[in-house]
């Protein structure tokens, strides 16, 4: 019995939602969060950055242009997140669910353009956690297959129990969570240089899996479909530290029922690590069914080549098709 070929499928691509930009603009709030940002990210990062995101205006809001790049990049299928410069957390409660259910229909209506190429994920808030729930089924509603989530909010972990009712009702209905960091707690120690981003993202997204780990946050959710962005930053291929430490102090093995380590394979993560090597270390350490393609479409701290990058690591053939789609097309539900 012959099989139809494995499609190529992108977990990580954003897109563009000026309609959200145009609603919070001017609001009580808006000015103090820029000025943050811009503290955190440093003068030098945005001068760079401005220009970079204006040009690839288009790739970010043209369906036809992304369409067009796809074909050209040999990708089958994204899974379209809107740009987490959206997640605006600093708004007031009415404001931040009207953002996300903005969100949630702007992305819905730009993946309706191709919808066998094109599979969109919402928003949802989590510096208002009584709202997540809402947004989440909202966003299910709309077509969506889930939602795009930071890796904290002002005051809050991923580890804190008012996200139960979230986590509960993400694994009740099978949606996905992908978490994308914006920003970096560690401020203006990294305003130089883009370290920013560089060291700041990776940074975020050890923390939150690790709250969520060390936690029980998934003891209590074992079927909770989360991708984490980035390779899961710094923790997968470090876990040999938090396995010791879960090993050895009461106080870091108090939450968790298992080793640290063996939830990398209850975890997704793309494949947008920059480096052959970390890439074959991040499938040892969860799994190559664990591991998704990933090209941050359309940023400059992307991949123009998502699957040359994967080629580059020479996995055996079972696993390069596992990477490549395989995957995601189990996860994602492809026909």
Aim: proline share 7%; net charge negative.
């Amino acid at each position: 019995m012959s099989h139809p070929a494995v499609p190529t499928v992108d977990v990580h691509a954003h897109v563009l939602l000026p309609e959200i930009e145009a609603l919070v603009a001017g609001l009580p709030g808006h000015a103090e969060a820029q000025a943050l940002d811009a503290r955190r990210n440093g003068p030098a990062a945005l001068a760079v950055s401005g220009p970079m995101v204006r040009e690839r205006v288009p790739r970010l809001t043209d369906a036809s242009v992304r369409l067009a790049a796809m074909d050209a990049q040999g990708v089958d299928v994204q899974l379209v997140s809107p740009s987490p410069s959206h997640y605006h957390s600093w708004t007031n409660e009415e404001t931040a669910e009207k953002v996300c259910l903005l969100a949630n229909e702007a992305t819905a209506r730009h993946c309706s353009a191709a919808p066998d190429r094109l599979k969109g994920l919402g928003l949802a808030p989590l510096h208002h956690p009584e709202r997540t729930v809402g947004a989440l089924e909202n966003a299910l509603e709309q077509g969506l297959l889930g939602v795009e989530i930071s890796s904290h909010a002002p005051g809050r972990e991923l580890s804190d129990p008012a996200y139960e009712p979230f986590w509960s009702r993400a694994e009740e209905t099978g949606a996905l969570i992908f978490l994308h960091p914006f920003g970096c707690t560690l401020d203006d120690r990294l305003d130089r240089w883009y370290l920013s981003n560089t060291v700041g993202q990776p940074t975020e997204n050890a923390v939150a899996l690790s709250h969520l780990i060390f936690s029980g946050v998934l003891d209590r959710h074992p079927e909770l479909r989360l991708i984490a962005a980035h390779g899961g930053g710094y923790l997968p291929t470090h876990m040999g530290r938090s396995d010791h430490a879960w090993s050895t102090r009461a106080d870091a093995g108090a939450s968790c029922a298992h080793a640290p380590s063996t939830y990398l394979k209850r975890l997704y993560f793309d494949s947008l690590v920059h480096d052959p090597y970390v890439l074959r270390e991040l499938i040892r350490a969860a799994g190559a069914d664990r591991v998704l393609l990933g090209s941050d479409y359309p940023f400059d701290m992307g991949s123009e080549d998502p699957v040359g990058a994967l080629r580059a690591a020479r996995l055996s053939e079972a696993d390069l098709a596992a990477v490549r789609g395989a995957n995601a097309a189990h996860l994602l539900q492809l026909q």
